[in-house]
C-alpha cells in the first residue's frame, strides 16, 4: 500500500478539495492511502479555525482522506515558508509517505522545482539583498530577485497563492532531502482569497465570509455533505462558528498587558513592525482598527495578524522546536489504522494515539504539547457558547472511523 501526503488547513474542506484527494488517486493509484497532516485550532493566516480540529480531522476521514495528523502550532501559524518545513518534516517523519500531494495554479511540478531551486541559490540571496532596500514589500522584492536567475514566465509563479506554497513544498523537500517526491494537480475553482465564482469550486475564504455575513444555509449548501454534518453538529453543541471576533477584547486585553520589549521579540524581521503594533495596540478599540493603523504597503495583513495571533496565544520565536518532535493522531479510517500499524515500526519520531503517551516524551515534546493545551483552552473561548471547561487537549484523543479500537 503506497501513501501521499496533503498539508491542509481544511477551514472549511471544499469541493476542490476532495477533488485532489479524487486526482491524487488517479495520478498515484486507487489503492494510494492519503495522509493529510492539518492544522489544528489555529490556522496560517493568524486566525482561528472555524471548526476545532477533530471535528475537522473527522469531516476529512469521512470524505476520502485515511488517515489526519496534526500540524504543530508553532508550524501551523507560521509564514508559508514556516508552515510548509513543519508539514514536510511531518510526512517524512512517518517513514511511510512517498508522495507529497498539493493543488496549484499553473499544475506544473518541474517549473515550480526550479522556482525552489533558484529561490535556494546563493545567487538569489546576494541579489535580494540588493534589492530589497528600495522594495514595497519582501514578495515584490524576491520577485524581482528573480529576474534574470529564471525565465520571466517561472519567475511569474510568485504571483500566484497556490503556485507560492507549491514552491515552498519543493523548497523544503530540496533543504530537508525529504524522501518524497512532488506530484500537483492543476487548481480550479474561485481565486484563494477571491469572491466565489459560479460553476465552480468554491475557496474557503469565500465560504467563511457566506458565514460571517449570515448567509448560513447558502454556505452549507456548498460544503461536501461529511463538512456540512460537522458544521451542524458542532453548531448545535455551541462550538461553531469560531471567528476570533469572538475573542476581541481578550486578545486586545492581552496586546495592552505586553511591552514594548514583548512586542520586539516577535519581529523576528527587525523591520519596525513591532513599533507599529505596540502603537496601535494602545490606541485601537476594535482589531480591524489595529491592523489597520499597523498596515502599511509593506507588510502583509496576513503577517500582521499572525504577530497578533502569536501575542495572544503567548509564542515567541524560542517555542518553534527545531524538529517536529511527534505525530499525533487526530483521525484516522480502517486503511489510516493499518498505516499507523506500519508508522510504528518506520517512523523517525514517536507516534501518538493518546494524549498522556506524551508524558513518556522528551522535555521539548512536552513543552510543546503544553503550548497546545494553553492555546486550546484560549480558542475553547471563543465557542459561541461558553460551556467547555479547560484542559480539553488532555481529554480528547482520535476519531476513528471503521477501524480497530483502539488503533
Known amino acids: 500500500m503506497g501513501a501521499a501526503g496533503i498539508i491542509v ?32 485550532n489555529f490556522v496560517q493566516r493568524g486566525d482561528f479555525a472555524l471548526l476545532r480540529k477533530h471535528a475537522r480531522a473527522r469531516a476529512a476521514v469521512e470524505s476520502g482522506a485515511d488517515l489526519v495528523l496534526e500540524l ?92 507560492i506554497l507549491g514552491i515552498e513544498y519543493c523548497k523544503a523537500l530540496l533543504g530537508q532531502n525529504a524522501p518524497l517526491r512532488p506530484v500537483t494537480i492543476r487548481r480550479e475553482g474561485s481565486a484563494h482569497d477571491g469572491a466565489l465564482a459560479p460553476d465552480t469550486h468554491p475557496s474557503a475564504s469565500g465560504l467563511r465570509a457566506l458565514l460571517r455575513q449570515g448567509k448560513r444555509e447558502e454556505a452549507l449548501s456548498l460544503l461536501p455533505p461529511a463538512m ?34 514583548d512586542f520586539a521579540a516577535l519581529d523576528q524581521g527587525r523591520e519596525g513592525i513591532w ?29 500582521l495578524r499572525r504577530m497578533v495571533l502569536w501575542a495572544y496565544l503567548g509564542l515567541t520565536p524560542g517555542d518553534m522546536p527545531e524538529r517536529v518532535p511527534y505525530l499525533r493522531v487526530l483521525a484516522a479510517n480502517g486503511t489510516g489504522c493499518r498505516l499507523l500499524s506500519r508508522m510504528r515500526e518506520a517512523a523517525a519520531v514517536p507516534v501518538l494515539t493518546r494524549p498522556a503517551q506524551v ?31 479547560g484542559g480539553t487537549e488532555w481529554r480528547e484523543g482520535p476519531v476513528i472511523l471503521g477501524g480497530p479500537a483502539p488503533c
Request: charged fraction near 20%; glycine fraction near 6%; hydrophobic fraction near 45%.
Open 9 to 40: 488547513e481544511y477551514n472549511p474542506l471544499h469541493s476542490g478539495h476532495l477533488r485532489l484527494l479524487e486526482a491524487g488517486r488517479a495520478a498515484l493509484g486507487p489503492d494510494t492511502a492519503m495522509v493529510c497532516v492539518m492544522s489544528g
Open 228 to 261: 456540512a454534518r460537522a458544521y451542524e453538529l458542532e453548531e448545535a453543541a455551541g462550538r461553531a462558528p469560531v471567528f476570533w471576533e469572538n475573542s476581541h477584547r481578550a486578545i486586545l486585553a492581552r496586546l495592552r498587558s505586553m511591552t514594548a520589549a
Open 72 to 163: 504543530p502550532l508553532p508550524w501551523a501559524v507560521s509564514s508559508a515558508e514556516g508552515f510548509a518545513a513543519g508539514g514536510v518534516q511531518a510526512l517524512a517523519a512517518t517513514g511511510v509517505v512517498e508522495h507529497l500531494l498539493f493543488g496549484s495554479e499553473c499544475g506544473d511540478v518541474s517549473a515550480l522545482e526550479r522556482v525552489a531551486a533558484a529561490l535556494l541559490a546563493p545567487s538569489f540571496r546576494d541579489r535580494l539583498r540588493e534589492v530589497l532596500p528600495g522594495a514595497v514589500s519582501f514578495a515584490a522584492a524576491r520577485q524581482r530577485a528573480l529576474t534574470g536567475l529564471l525565465p520571466e514566465e517561472d519567475a511569474a509563479l510568485l504571483e500566484s497563492p497556490n503556485n
Open 359 to 389: 508524558r513518556r516524551l522528551g522535555p521539548e515534546a512536552r513543552r510543546l504539547f503544553e503550548l497546545e493545551v494553553r492555546a486550546t483552552d484560549l480558542y475553547t473561548l471563543a465557542y459561541p457558547r461558553l460551556s467547555a471547561a
Open 275 to 303: 513599533n507599529r503594533l505596540y502603537d496601535a495596540s494602545r490606541a485601537a478599540a476594535s482589531l480591524p482598527e489595529l491592523l489597520a493603523a499597523a498596515k502599511t504597503k509593506r507588510y502583509a495583513m496576513a503577517r
